[in-house]
């Protein structure tokens, strides 16, 4: 199973980018690497997925390079409430049936 | 559409009970996993069934825990007897194949005292 690192923790200010790089040196070749948002009390919530290159949606931006040992996660314009913990899975294309949860990565936004 | 509901949301039981979670995945969702994170650990994999069948339940921790999913719809997780490292939050999901990502509930509380 592909093990993930991340950094601890990170803080911000509203209105910045914010970029969260992950390792994950052990990727298989039929692995996806997808990112998981979690606010207290409640479970992971689904960001963004992605193989290879860029791949952008309405609320993130996943930069894998051609390696793929590692990629970015990339939030535009962060908000308070953007104050989460942020997973990055690598596994199947479902996210990982078995996939290790990390210890994440503490984003605290201010203001 | 509605999400994967867990309930109960809170629990406290003694050492020694018998405590059932259940989970209702999203409707259509053949996927259903359980996790658990327990005290200051990280989120780990209990066990995957693709519709009433077990997939892989590796990651359960005993044989006090027992999954089961009738008929591919809502499964349950019971443990028993309860013991007092099995409190924590557990976590259902569930995904359809070729969608991205799982969908998660907001878990349950497992308080055993």
């Known amino acids: 199973l592909a093990k993930t690192t991340q950094p601890i923790s990170m803080d911000s200010y509203e209105g910045q980018e914010v970029n969260i790089t992950c390792s994950h040196n052990?990727?298989?070749?039929?692995?996806?690497i997808t990112w998981y948002q979690q606010f207290p009390s409640q479970g992971p919530r689904f960001i963004i997925q992605?193989?290879?290159t860029k791949v952008t949606n309405e609320v993130a931006s996943l930069f894998i390079p051609a390696d793929r040992k590692s990629s970015t996660l990339s939030l535009p314009r962060v908000s308070l409430s953007d104050t989460a913990v942020y997973y990055c899975?690598?596994?199947?294309?479902?996210?990982?049936?078995?996939?290790?949860f990390g210890a994440g990565t503490r984003l605290f936004v201010k203001a | 559409e509605a999400g994967v509901t867990q309930f109960p949301s809170h629990s406290v039981i003694e050492k020694g009970q018998t405590v059932t979670l259940r989970c209702d995945p999203i409707?259509?969702?053949?996927?259903l996993y359980w996790y658990r994170r327990v005290m200051g650990k990280e989120i780990k994999f209990l066990l995957h069934?693709?519709?009433?069948?077990?997939?892989?339940e590796s990651g359960m921790p005993n044989n006090r825990f027992l999954a089961e999913r009738t008929g591919g719809t809502y499964s349950t997780l019971k443990v028993q007897p309860a013991e007092l490292e099995d409190s924590g939050v557990y976590f259902c999901?569930?995904?359809?194949?070729?969608?991205?990502?799982?969908?998660f509930g907001s878990g349950t509380r497992l308080t055993v005292v």
């Open positions: 999901a569930s995904s359809q194949v070729g969608l991205y990502g799982y969908t």
């Open positions: 052990n990727i298989a070749t039929n692995d996806y």
């Open positions: 992605g193989y290879k």
């Open positions: 899975l690598v596994g199947d294309h479902g996210g990982g049936f078995k996939t290790i």
């Open positions: 409707s259509g969702h053949d996927n």
């Open positions: 069934f693709v519709k009433e069948s077990k997939q892989d």
